[in-house]
Structure formats: structure tokens, C-alpha cells
């Protein structure tokens, strides 16, 4: 019984492989690496019922996760966030059986933190001592934080325009913060230049290859939570898309264990701005990957991505699962995400508002149907998006008292 | 089998008993009501082992809630946060044993959401369509989200200088908000008299019954963390002190059931600002009730309580349990809160911060051993307070490089 269950690194472009146990960035075909198990012996040692006394965090499935030794282990209690059955928005929306799974509740508000734990913690264990990342915000924090931890030196670049609460979080951790007056591919070619320059480990989106293990557990965790029953769609809202390509890889390996059904997949929606949809674009004209995005903007900065270098295991991934792509206006975004704070009292992030508002629009189009389960992924806190909402009320002094209408 | 063992409400000063199925607010002679259980039937029914299989929120403690219909449940997936044993700011503290209770993981980013949640959800059994409460931010946060998918209308007031981040809560779950140019006192004042002149549902601190059982369950959770087996402290940051009656209810009801040792209780710290330190006042003049702290002010707003109503019973917790009360100043909160956050990558709130900085105190005074198990509750994300962290960094244009010293 080992930790982990982690054989080695493989290319899905070239089928090259190469060993977790130095240092690895891209393939040296370009592609990123993706983490193999040694799947026979998990299917002998690992079984579902392991699992019901441990804690509710994504370390609960440290057999499917890269990190060997427990001791590597940074975390600050990341993981087994709600899935919540939204009854009174499912209504309204004409889907019962509606379900947010809501990475509020993470380290940081932001389910970049399960890739930040497990990419952190890998770093660490390979003995990595300092780190780059290009970020709109949200991972640059988590990766912070949890580096913070592992006593790792981040330097974090992230656009003017990204969240301001991330700046401080990333500050409050010690990290070396820099802001770039442009978008996340203009800070990516800061760091791509950084890290030559100073031979320091880049920690880029796919650029490293075990963040994505740390995001694929939000499919672990949705499979688990259903009773290992999968659900029949999944909304993403895809920048990087590097949660989608998890939850999808977690669900192959889950089915390659015999956990669930090998011949039911959750058809995977990947959910873009109207204002950033270059995923979107390479579907509806059958491409296998995706052309740059000119002039990307959109009030969902966290997926302000104009070009994802996993674009072709989003689209992969997405065709495999008889998914789609759809994008949403800033608009529709910012009226989801008051009509669900006012329906059920939840308070997303408008990252994942676009997603309600897509699973809204596909049940209009019939491509959800009035039966199906439907997971909508919320990939933070609301709190971290004060903009998102006007708040004017009137200011009393101490001997007034309130009038009603 | 019953969903709920809740047997009735007492008033733990004059011992009048009243009914869970009709509304109550206080005791006729002015004190808070607590809620009573069916204990023997409960020891017959209820078992640490029946906990296994439930889901890792505060209802999987239903038997020991007040509600008695699960439909009546409003959830955001609140409860069950991380227990962070924090090794690294443990050995820098002389404290190998310390563990955060994180609350910063929970809807609303505050444990304000258990009370909230309970109480709605009793508010929504009890047929109420109505509330109103004073609050210093987080607090009128949650109860406004709950409500919102409870169906039940809040009117919230709050101080203008509470975190700016609750009021766009309030307004994004659709409640009246009010802010007073004030403190929670005053603010409490114009809510007095607005449920007077519109015959409202009083939901302020203690004056509704049920919140307390809410926030009970972090001592029910700390020792099911512990595997029933509980620490030797728990520090608490103390403003209406809910938090910290309810941990204490929580365990004299696991003593009673027998899950935990009989003759231990871990001490408890009712921990405050040195601008706002009614309770640790009292505590050093030996008073079992505090008089109101004059020109209250302090950087963990939170708890800038200048008056709890529940001072008796905080009072009497800490004298019951060998413990004690203490005060931090802002200078040191604010180092504090940066120090766990470089240490742990923690981003913990002012308030918590108070509660680690009172633990570091009491160790070097060595009321604190060097082999004592400690919980400190972190009451909330520090995502909610952007202001405790300056965060000025270098901007960089598209075509420029980093140099580094």
C-alpha cells in the first residue's frame, strides 16, 4: 500500500514519457505532460469503501494523486466542497435536478486552490525552491499561499485588471507580485522570459503537470458525492480549462477502476464569454484546436484566457463526451448571478454565473433535457467580486428610525 | 427515529420553560432562551457511528438541531470546516499542538452562516415571513443569504464602517439594508424599534433562540475532528460571544450523551480587542456580567461588541472551564494575521488573528503548557477584509522584463 499510485508522465500528442520524480515542464514536443497511474494495482488495492473514514478533503484520494510521500503533503483543508441540489433555481430554470458543486468553500474562495495544494506540494517534493506564474488573479493567490507553506518563492504576474483582493492575498503571503498593463498572455510572456532568465521553475497553466491532478478531483468528488452514480452534464467555465480536462480525466480513471459505469460519461459543457470564446469558436467550426482570441475582455476575468494551451484536450474532451461549447454575454452573466443570490441565497463568482446562465440557454434549446442532472461548477467566492453588485442603502443616523413603505 | 430530539426552551436564569413550535424571543424576565434535548432518548438513539455515512456539513448533527422537519432545512453546505494542525506557526508560537478551526471555509466566508442557518431554518419552520437585526456586517451577510432561499424578507442595519463586502451580500440576497452612522448598539436601537412598529421578527443576537444552536456545532465538530477526544484550550475571538457559549453548550451535551470524557473540558479563552474588552474586564474585577465598553473601536470589527447580551453566559463558560479572558491590541492583530499568512499561507481575518495572537501571549505566559493540544477558530476568510494588507507592487508594460536583485 503505497501514498501513491503514480507510475510516470506521458505526452498525449507524441506518447513520449518521461519520470515524476525529477523536474518536468512541457513534452519536448511542445505538448503538455499528463500523470499516469499504475491502474492494475489500484484496481486491487483501492476501493471505494477506503474512503468513508477519511477526512473530507482532496487527500482523501491521495492513491490518484501524484505526491509519494505523505510529509510532502501541503494543504490547508482543500476539498469535498457542497454539492447542493438548487431546487428553487432548478425550477425556475426547468431543471429539477440541478446541482451546483460550489468551490466557494475552498482555501483562497477559488478552486485554484486544489491545483495550487497539489502542484505546490509536488514542487516540493521535487525539491523546487522557487516559481513563476502568469495568473488573473485567483491562481496566483492560492499558489501563494499554499508556496507560503512549502517555504517556495513564487513570483506571481498578473494583469492591472485582475481582481484587486488577489493582489493582497498574494502580497499578504510573502509572494513577489508584479502587474502588467495587459492580459494574462502578456504576463505569460514576462514569465516565460523570467524563468530563462533566472532558471527558475515555471509554473504556467499545463506548463507544469500536476496542478491539473489537484483540479481533476472536483470530478473525484462529484463521482463520490453521487454515490458514483455520474451525472448526465457538467457545465465548466472554461479559461485554461484545465478543470475540465481533469474532471474528464478523473472520470476515465474512474471508469478504468470500475467505480462507475464505463459506458456513461457526463456530456462536458465548456462555458466562454461572448467577450473571450476561442474554445467556443474552434467548436462550431470543428476544429481540434483553437486560434488566439483578438481583444479579449469580459466581467468574468478568470476566463479572460485568449488562448489555452490545452485547447486541444478541451475540444478532445468535450467530443469524446457528446458535450458542447457556448458562450454567454457580460450581461446575462451579471443578471444569473443576482437572480441566484436572490433565489438561493448563493453568491457566485461570475465565472460561475456564466455557467448557470449556459445551462440555462441549453435547457431553452432543449440540448439539456427536463430530467437530466446537471451539475454547474461555481468556481468561487462571490466575495471576491465586490463589483459584481451595487450596493446603495440608505445611511440613518443613531435617533432615526426605519419607515417602511 | 426522529429527525430532531429538541424537547423545549429554557431560560437559564429563572428556569421558565417554553415551546419550540410557537415563536419566542426572550425569557419573560429579559434573559436569552437555550434549547433543550430528549438527552435519554438520544443516548438510546443517537451514535458517534451513525455519523460515518452523513455528509460532511452541520446537519449531519440533525438530532441535536432544533429543527424537526428536514424540509424546513435551508443549506449552503455550511459546517464540517477544516482542523488545521499548523506545524510551522505551532513551533514558531512554542505551541507544537496548535490547530485552526477554519471558518473561513463556509458560505459567506463567516462562521456567522451556522447561526444563520439554524435560525432561518427555524424561522422558516415557525411560518416567520419577516426579520430584522443588527449586525456588524457578517453576521446581516448570512442571514440575508439564507433568507433569501428561505423565502423570508430581512431588514438588515449595520454600522458604516462594518466590511463593505457584507453590504453587497445583503443587497445581492435582495434584503433592506440600513447603515447607521454608529455601532452595533445604535444600530440595535432603530431595530428595537422597528420590530415594535411592525410586529417583525427580532433575529438580534440571543434575543431568537436558535442561532446559538447553530454555532454549537463547531464544538461538535472540533470533537468529532478529534476523534472525541477533546483539546486542551480553544480560544475564541469574543464580540456577542455565540460562538463561544455554544462550543460550550456543544460539549456539556457530549458529556451527557457520553461521547466524551465526563471530566474534561477544555479551557475556554474568550479573546478580545484591547478597544472593545467588556468581557475581559469583567473577568479581572471577577463579575459574572460586564458593563458596556465606552467609545468601542477596533481593526477586528467583528467583535467591537461593547454590550453582549450573553455576557453572563460567556462569564460563567470560561469560569466553568478553568479558563479565561483576554485582550490583544490592533498593532498586534494586524502583525499577527501576516505573520500566519507568510508562515502558513493562511489569510486569515482580523478576528482570528486577535484569537492566534491571544494563544502566542498565554504561552509565553505559560498559561498555556508546552504539550497542550489548542484550537484557535478562525471566525472568517480573510479574503472579506482587503484593508488589513497594503498591497503596493511594481507595473510593468507588455515589452518589459522582471530584474531581480
Redesign the interface.
Known amino acids: 500500500m503505497n501514498y501513491s499510485y503514480v507510475s510516470h508522465l506521458y505526452c498525449p500528442k507524441c506518447e513520449n514519457t518521461y519520470s515524476t520524480n525529477e523536474v518536468n515542464q512541457l513534452c519536448e514536443c511542445g505538448s503538455p505532460l499528463l500523470v499516469a497511474y499504475k491502474m492494475d494495482d489500484l484496481k486491487n488495492d483501492f476501493k471505494p469503501g477506503m474512503l468513508?473514514?477519511r477526512t473530507?478533503?482532496l487527500w482523501r484520494y491521495h492513491e490518484l494523486l501524484p505526491v509519494e510521500d505523505q510529509e510532502s503533503v501541503?494543504?490547508?483543508?482543500e476539498g469535498?466542497?457542497?454539492?447542493?441540489h438548487l431546487k428553487?433555481a432548478g425550477k425556475e430554470m426547468g431543471i429539477p435536478n440541478l446541482y451546483m458543486k460550489?468551490e466557494?468553500?475552498?482555501?483562497?474562495?477559488s478552486f485554484k486552490s486544489r491545483g495550487a495544494a497539489v502542484g505546490v506540494s509536488k514542487a516540493k517534493e521535487l525539491g523546487i525552491e522557487a516559481l513563476a506564474m502568469p495568473t488573473n488573479g485567483n491562481a496566483g493567490a492560492a499558489w501563494?499561499?499554499?508556496?507560503?507553506?512549502a517555504g517556495i518563492t513564487p513570483?506571481i504576474?498578473m494583469p492591472?485588471d485582475a481582481p484587486?483582493?488577489t493582489?493582497?492575498?498574494?502580497?499578504?503571503?510573502?509572494a513577489d507580485?508584479?502587474?502588467?498593463?495587459?492580459l494574462i498572455g502578456?504576463a505569460g510572456?514576462?514569465v516565460g522570459?523570467?524563468v530563462k532568465?533566472?532558471n527558475i521553475f515555471d509554473a504556467s497553466t499545463l506548463k507544469e503537470p500536476y496542478r491539473i491532478e489537484g483540479k481533476k478531483t472536483m470530478g473525484l468528488e462529484i463521482a463520490e458525492?453521487f454515490n458514483w452514480e455520474v451525472p448526465d452534464v457538467i457545465l465548466y467555465p472554461t479559461g485554461g480549462g484545465v478543470g475540465l480536462i481533469g474532471i474528464y480525466k478523473a472520470l476515465r480513471e474512474l471508469q478504468e477502476l470500475g467505480w462507475i459505469d464505463e459506458n456513461k460519461m457526463p456530456r462536458l459543457v465548456a462555458v466562454q464569454s461572448e467577450g473571450c470564446a476561442p474554445i467556443v469558436r474552434a467548436w462550431n467550426e470543428g476544429k481540434s484546436s483553437a486560434e488566439p482570441w483578438e481583444n479579449a475582455s469580459t466581467v468574468a476575468f478568470g476566463i479572460n484566457v485568449a488562448k489555452a494551451l490545452g485547447d486541444f484536450l478541451i475540444l478532445d474532451a468535450i467530443k469524446e463526451t457528446d458535450g458542447c461549447a457556448i458562450s454567454v454575454s457580460d450581461t446575462e452573466i451579471l443578471d444569473e448571478?443576482?437572480t441566484l443570490?436572490?433565489?438561493?441565497?448563493?453568491?457566485v463568482c461570475p465565472e460561475g454565473a456564466a455557467a448557470f446562465t449556459a445551462a440555462r440557454k441549453l435547457r431553452e434549446q432543449n440540448w439539456i433535457g427536463a430530467q437530466d442532472k446537471v451539475v454547474v461548477l461555481n468556481t468561487g467566492?462571490?466575495?471576491?467580486y465586490?463589483n459584481?453588485?451595487?450596493?446603495d442603502?440608505?445611511?440613518?443616523?443613531?435617533d432615526?428610525?426605519?419607515v417602511?413603505n
Chains 1, 2 share one sequence.
Request: proline share 6%; charged share 25%; glycine share 8%.
Open positions: 468513508l473514514e473530507p478533503d501541503v494543504t490547508l483543508g469535498m466542497t457542497p454539492l447542493l428553487k460550489d466557494g468553500m475552498i482555501p483562497s474562495g501563494s499561499l499554499y508556496s507560503a507553506q513570483t504576474v492591472l484587486e483582493i493582489r493582497k492575498e498574494c502580497v499578504a503571503a510573502g507580485l508584479y502587474l502588467v498593463d495587459g502578456d510572456k514576462i522570459r523570467m532568465d533566472y458525492q448571478l443576482k443570490a436572490e433565489n438561493e441565497g448563493a453568491f467566492a462571490g466575495i471576491k465586490p459584481t453588485i451595487e450596493a442603502a440608505p445611511v440613518l443616523q443613531k432615526e428610525k426605519i417602511r
